[in-house]
């Protein structure tokens, strides 16, 4: 039933995908340690304010941490803000782009800004809210490398005020950049199951992955059969700072699962968000050119029991 509604993203996908092919660059390797100029390290950021240069910062987590410190003058926003929590039967579906304009001009953030982002779980949900950001077409948002553990561990300041309200930024969207370019939907997927040259990446944890667990939000247990395992949890250095890894520790762990730059890449989990960070460990870090988030993930596909699942 749903393939009839994907038709026209999925011909969409197939012409975005024939224009990148055209592209000269280089697909043939993984283009080891590139720079990247959307993570910045704290040291800028506490260089920014120190010099009291205007730094419109957010973090992506619940109050309650918030409140006893966060990096000081930082917005903060939750899923529930930028989810779309009315029109699936199911959770975790990204936003429109007018209620994220509006969350955004609430917050104070104006057409010019940049935006930097960072929350206390390895930047999971910082991904996951510069992912949706790209989709309708903003390209001006960083990730603050480690974000909170970093910042802390660096001996930087802490605010543990409450988020103040100031006045309404004008910040919008440019229409006419909305691709959603890393935007894949559950008809292609089905499709891709066939496709040699697609590899899907389950980026839950193992226990999600074999079925042992389940999470909140799902209606069976297992993945999306063929599927390859690839913990999120493992492009970050986890027990230290929460930074990411070097970029050559990355390569030797796609390369140990055969995943290379050559092939379409669909990254999924459980509702879209450690996908998200996967995708801009393999886009923006590792150079992969041919990488999507299934935004509606796990939840989604095991929503509709006509669809195959693997235990």
Known sequence: MYRHYYMIAWILLICWGALSCASPRDNTRTQSCLSVPVLVEPEFIFNRISTRNPTFILELGKNSPFIKGHIPGAKRSWRTAYSDMDNYPYGGMKADSQQIRMLLQAKGLNKNDSLFLYDRKGNVDAARFMWILKTYGFHNSFLINGGWEKWKKRGFPVDSLEETKGKRGNFSFKEDQQKNETVIVIGQVEEALSDSNWIILDNRSLDEFSGRIMKKGAFRKGRIPGSIHLDWIDM??????????????????????????????????????????????????????????YDGSWTEWSYFHELPIAM
């Open 236 to 293: 970050i250095n986890i027990n230290e700072d929460h930074s990411f890894k070097k970029c050559e520790e990355i390569e030797l762990i796609l390369q140990e699962k055969g995943i290379l730059p050559s092939k379409k890449i669909i990254t999924y989990c459980h509702s879209g968000v450690r996908s998200a960070h996967m995708v801009f460990v393999l886009r923006e870090i590792m150079g992969y050119p041919y990488v999507w988030n």
